[in-house]
């Protein structure tokens, strides 16, 4: 009889127990739980703005070949000696200058197949490259000209960019959000479902340069002038946003 009183004050207990704990509030992790498992509406815009560069990047320097390591360096640095003095007649600023690239390296023979020997160096190869920044529209084909009669005998290139692309990229991000509201609108109506609380907004930008200088294959004179098209820089701005779907 003790053993049964004993049993059954044992499960009176664990009864009191299962009853208290269904009383109790819903822990805070089921709750977010169930807030993770409500639907979502998840949407992707893009909003662009273009505009007209106002400032160029010039990528162009001077290569040159001798028997030795040293005669090949030397000769390099006469001529770029000639570019950077270029550069300065033509009003572009030190700090607008910059080294982007230079090597020295070893070239060698053509292998001998028949012969069967090992490649022989034939002589050095120096190149140096610099970075200029044209601030002055105008100025950009002019450069390049200046450039090229100076010693210059690689151009890698014109890239054409903004100073200040600011208030072109946040009028692309209120494209890219007036594009996702009228998703979510067109979205909310063709499903039947009404969206509510805003759960997570992110963006990334960029920013697509113009098309690179138009270089006319034949010989042109330098009264001339080297011919460029700076076209409109595309700043775009990429914005993703989530809102939850009301039961």
Known sequence: MALRRRLTGAALAAGLLLGAAAMMPVPAFAQAQSETQEGRLSLSAQGEVRIAPDM?????????????????LAANARAMSGVFQALERAGIARRDIQTSGLSLNAVYEPYDSERGRDQRIAGYEA??????IVRDMDRVGRTIDALVSSGANQLQGVNFTHSDPAEARDEARRRAVNELN???????EAAGISTGRLISLSESS???????MYARAESVSMDAGTEVAPGEITISVNVDAVWAIQP
């Open 182 to 188: 009228r998703l979510r609108s067109l979205y909310a």
């Open 206 to 212: 960029s920013s697509q340069p113009s098309p690179m």
């Open 56 to 72: 160029a990047t010039v990528s162009a320097g001077a290569r040159t070949r001798a028997d030795t390591a040293a005669e090949a």
């Open 127 to 132: 190149s140096n490259t610099v970075r200029v």
